[in-house]
């Protein structure tokens, strides 16, 4: 079983609705990402947070938005998506930024909006 | 800026036989780690085995080995002894550096019986 837990699994919104996917980790990791991948295609990077802080943001549209309140947890809020924005949410966790550390994934959310 | 070339999008195995998974890669970096994902059709991305650019031997974890060839860029997963539930998408990976994993675009195993 994952150690990294996010919920909803399934989430079903309009595009004028505000919602919100959750993650959580309690591996003591001090980073945490979030991926979006496409169907048929590989998990891309949207935005990294170490310890804490946004490290990286991959010019993701503003209409999604990181938040990590503690070191356990990490919210993508997600206001005012369009149709292409279906897809599944990967969120991972990995002891820290460097490139010897694995990347741990969670099961995903998937995201239909219409 | 790195790359990651998977050139099989689909391979067939049969059940109990040995399958290895291409992939190459591109960085200019010494210093970077090398993975190996699984994704079954549920969407979670399990990990499987994880190389270091300066690991001399290769990594093996039970049923998966790495076949590391760093003058060739190449990390390719060798699956022995295949299984029903080895069906699935597998993504190599690579990081760097700090932070950025990237993926290469995956290969989907279907074992037959």
């Known amino acids: 079983d994952t150690e990294v837990t996010q919920t909803p699994k399934h989430l079903v919104m309009g595009m004028t609705n505000k919602k919100s996917l959750k993650c959580e980790q309690h591996?003591?990791?001090?980073?945490m990402y979030w991926y979006k991948q496409k169907a048929k295609k590989p998990p891309e990077l949207m935005f990294v947070?170490?310890?804490?802080?946004?490290?990286i943001n991959e010019s993701v549209p503003s209409r999604f938005s990181p938040e990590c309140p503690n070191s356990s947890l990490l919210n993508l809020h997600l206001h005012a998506l369009q149709p292409e924005d279906s897809a599944l949410y990967l969120c991972?966790?990995?002891?820290?930024?460097?490139?010897?550390?694995?990347?741990?994934f969670g099961e995903g959310s998937w995201l239909t909006v219409v | 800026a790195q790359k990651i070339t998977q050139t099989q999008p689909g391979m067939f195995v049969q059940e109990k036989e040995a399958v290895t998974l291409d992939c190459t890669y591109d960085?200019?970096?010494?210093?970077?780690?090398l993975f190996w994902y699984k994704q079954p059709s549920s969407g979670e991305m399990i990990f499987l085995i994880y190389?270091?650019?300066?690991?001399?031997q290769n990594a093996t974890e039970g049923r998966y080995s790495l076949n590391f060839q760093k003058a060739r860029k190449s990390a390719n997963l060798v699956i022995s002894a295949s299984q029903l539930g080895d069906s699935a998408m597998y993504f190599c990976?690579?990081?760097?550096?700090?932070?950025?994993?990237?993926f290469g675009a995956g290969t989907r195993l279907t074992v037959k019986p």
């Open positions: 960085t200019s970096d010494q210093s970077y780690g």
């Open positions: 591996m003591g990791h001090r980073a």
């Open positions: 190389q270091g650019s300066y690991d001399e």
């Open positions: 947070y170490s310890y804490e802080k946004l490290s």
């Open positions: 990976a690579m990081r760097e550096r700090y932070n950025d994993m990237r």
């Open positions: 991972a966790s990995s002891q820290d930024g460097r490139s010897g550390n694995t990347i741990y």
